[in-house]
């Protein structure tokens, strides 16, 4: 089993960055993919990036350009990096961690995008 906390979720206006980080523990090893996913008000919950255990890769073509998604293994945690940040990507992040199909998240952080 992996437990996930993210951190980072703020208040920024539009043309901002934010960085976000999902910490892992538990049965990290076994990790296949991780990624972020984001849920706006009355939306259904969408895929933003993810990154495979070989580092690959994968964006939503809405952040493609501006957000990177990356990970550093020694400290078993996964960032997001969002640049040029729109009103339209507010919305409460949650980190995901798969394993062998099987979906863990996190608790999830609030990113709003002032206009």
């Known amino acids: 089993q992996v437990q996930l906390v993210e951190s980072g979720g703020d208040l920024v206006q539009a043309g901002g960055s934010l960085r976000l980080s999902c910490k892992a523990s538990?049965?990290?090893?076994?990790?296949?993919?991780m990624g972020w996913y984001r849920q706006a008000p009355g939306k259904e919950r969408e895929l933003v990036a993810s990154?495979?255990?070989?580092?690959?890769?994968n964006y939503a073509d809405s952040v493609k350009g501006r957000f990177t998604i990356s990970r550093d293994y020694l400290k078993s945690t996964v960032y997001l990096q969002m640049n040029s940040l729109k009103p339209e990507d507010t919305a409460v992040y949650y980190c995901?961690?798969?394993?062998?199909?099987?979906?863990?998240w996190g608790q999830g952080t609030q990113v709003t995008v002032s206009s």
């Open positions: 995901n961690a798969r394993v062998y199909g099987l979906d863990s």
């Open positions: 990154i495979t255990s070989g580092g690959n890769t």
């Open positions: 538990g049965s990290i090893w076994r990790i296949n993919v």
